[in-house]
């Protein structure tokens, strides 16, 4: 138990300070609220109006979100398997090289497609 007392206080002080950050921002906050306060900002652009129960988005936003999914889950397996590299040997290269063949073929589909050029 003494090897996780440090993440257990760290936890009791992450969610301590976010609940005071939340109690703090209520009280002390501003209380008036205008039609410009309610309302979704976009830029300094006046809003499009949307039809009722919402409007339908392109799917090229929904791609892009996914490519950027895609790879900055890559880079967080990548890092740790370029600090260890030396240690893995042949069985980390060949498991890194699957993982990335798997992440290039649906990237080299997207790319045929057509999903990557910017209209």
Excluded: H
Excluded at 5 to 17: H, R, V, W
Excluded at 25 to 30: D, F, L, Y
Excluded at 43 to 49: D, S
Aim: proline share 7%; charged share 15%; glycine share 8%.
């Amino acid at each position: 138990m003494n090897v996780y007392t440090p993440i257990l206080i760290l936890g009791i002080l992450a969610f301590g300070f976010a609940a005071f950050s939340i109690v703090i921002a209520t009280i002390t906050g501003p209380k008036r609220y205008n039609r410009a306060k309610v309302d979704a900002y976009e830029c300094g652009i006046e809003p499009t109006p949307q039809p009722m129960g919402g409007g339908r988005f392109p799917v090229k936003y929904y791609l892009t979100a996914m490519m950027f999914i895609i790879f900055d889950i890559e880079l967080v397996f990548l890092y740790p398997w370029a600090v260890a590299f030396d240690q893995l040997e042949l069985f980390g290269f060949l498991a890194m090289a699957l993982f990335l063949f798997n992440l290039a073929v649906p990237f080299v589909y997207e790319w045929r497609r057509g999903g990557l050029e910017w209209d």
